[in-house]
C-alpha cells in the first residue's frame, strides 16, 4: 500500500500563495494519476486538480483554475499545489490521492483509493 504524505500547509492572508507537496512511497509512483482534493468544515470532500501519471495532462475544478496549478517529480515521487491568490473560502483541509489503477486518468473522487492525512490551509482575510 502507497504511504502519501502532506506537507506546505498553513495559515496565510488573502491574496497570499502557498505550495503543497506530497511525497509518496513505492517505486511506481509514476504509473498513477495523482490528485488533490480538500474538505472545509461542514462540507463534503471536493475534488481540485489531477495530473496524470506522465504530467502531460491535467484537470482542474472551476474554483481551481487560472490560480492553482498542479504539477509531479517522477525522479522525487512527489506531486505538488501550487496556489496562488489564496481566498478565504479556500480554507481546508488538503488531501493527496492515488487513483486505484494504472495508466488511468481521473477526477473522480471514487477513482482514488489511497489517501494521505491531509494538511490544513488557512486563509485569513
Known amino acids: 500500500q502507497v504511504q502519501l504524505v502532506e506537507s506546505g500547509g498553513g495559515l496565510v492572508q488573502a491574496g497570499a500563495s502557498l505550495r503543497l507537496s506530497c511525497a509518496a512511497s513505492?517505486?511506481?509512483?509514476?504509473?498513477?494519476?495523482m490528485g488533490w482534493f480538500r474538505q472545509a468544515p461542514g462540507k463534503e470532500r471536493e475534488f481540485i486538480a489531477a495530473i496524470s501519471w506522465s504530467g502531460y495532462i491535467s484537470d482542474y475544478a472551476d474554483s481551481a483554475k487560472g490560480r492553482f496549478t498542479i504539477s509531479r517529480d517522477n525522479a522525487k515521487n512527489t506531486v505538488y499545489l501550487e496556489m496562488n491568490s489564496l481566498k478565504p473560502e479556500d480554507t481546508a483541509l488538503y488531501y493527496c490521492?492515488?487513483?486505484?489503477?494504472?495508466?488511468?486518468?481521473?477526477?473522480?473522487?471514487?477513482?482514488?483509493?489511497?489517501w494521505g492525512q491531509g494538511t490544513q490551509v488557512t486563509v485569513s482575510s
Open positions: 490521492a492515488r487513483v486505484g489503477s494504472r495508466w488511468y486518468m481521473s477526477h473522480s473522487e471514487a477513482d482514488f483509493n489511497s
Open positions: 513505492g517505486r511506481t509512483f509514476g504509473s498513477y494519476t
